[in-house]
């Protein structure tokens, strides 16, 4: 059986930099691509990507009738290409990124070369700033590049990444993150030994072109990302307490930090706001549970 690479780029009001993603995934032979539009304008967006992409026959447009958020649009769209392509690996792509000449062949040889790893994910070319493996430090929810913290575990930027479903338990995602967050906890819950980076750049990305860098949006989901991940985090009452402080430290200094120099009350606001949404989100959760 001839090995597959199938596409999965999520949209959300925002045709125009999804095109572009589309075409550099078919410029590198994707075999197939799944356009999850969760844009909720009435259709919209997804009208402009059917009327640029209805005759290409390599291109499916699934128009979700909500916005179901960044992890659960993601987790449909794995279930949709492994439904019609059970064998394909999946290469997940942020619309307002582009893949470089030569991606998915090293990806996937990274792939084959570590048959233990459920992914494998580039460095990342962010607006000129190159990185690659991340690392969150579960105390205090600090993020850092290239050197890790101590107590610091590796995540992928979910910004790109290719996918092995036959290796993985699904969902890839935890569906508790609406955006920002979900490929922390991925991290953390594969380990490293399960993720195989590959240096080189491989990726263009422009960056939060849909949620807007210092958007109320942006700051409470950051926000509620962050407490969301503590209570995931901890084995007891004892670590969540703990996590949970080193949080409030955390938050309110990068609140402050960024209405400071943005001249902003939104960050605060965003603080109490993105709390109030991930106690309601862990609510609902031990609900279900």
């Not at 990726?203 to 409470?220: D, I, L, N, P, R």
């Amino acid at each position: 059986m001839n090995l597959i690479t199938c596409g999965l780029v999520l949209n959300y009001r925002d045709p125009k930099r999804t095109g572009q993603c589309i075409e550099s995934l078919l410029a590198e032979g994707i075999h197939h691509i799944l356009v999850w539009d969760n844009s909720a304008d009435d259709g919209h967006s997804a009208k402009i990507l059917a009327k640029r992409w209805r005759h290409d026959s390599r291109i499916t447009l699934y128009e979700s009738p909500t916005n179901l958020g960044f992890a659960a649009g993601v987790n449909r769209g794995i279930e949709w290409l492994q439904t019609h392509h059970p064998s394909a690996r999946i290469l997940l792509i942020n619309n307002d990124a582009r893949l470089l000449p030569g991606a998915v062949r090293l990806l996937n040889s990274a792939l084959d070369q570590h048959p233990q790893a459920a992914l494998a994910y580039p460095a990342i070319d962010h607006n000129g700033i190159v990185r690659g493996t991340a690392y969150y430090q579960k105390h205090l929810g600090l993020l850092t590049f290239h050197k890790p913290l101590p107590y610091s575990f590796s995540y992928p930027s979910g910004c790109a990444l290719l996918i092995a479903p036959q290796r993985i338990t699904p969902p890839l995602f935890d569906e508790d993150f609406f955006m920002y967050g979900e490929d922390w906890l991925l991290g953390w819950r594969l380990g490293p030994e399960r993720q195989t980076f590959v240096p080189d750049v491989l990726v263009q990305h422009e960056g939060t072109a849909s949620s807007g860098v210092g958007s109320k949006f942006y700051e409470t989901h950051i926000v509620a990302g962050h407490w969301i991940l503590a209570d995931k985090l901890a084995r007891n009452p004892t670590e969540r307490l703990l996590f949970k402080a080193g949080r409030w430290l955390s938050l309110t200094a990068r609140a402050t930090v960024r209405a400071v120099r943005h001249r902003s009350l939104i960050p605060f606001q965003a603080l109490i706001e993105g709390q109030r949404l991930a106690k309601q989100k862990i609510t609902d959760s031990d609900v279900v549970a």
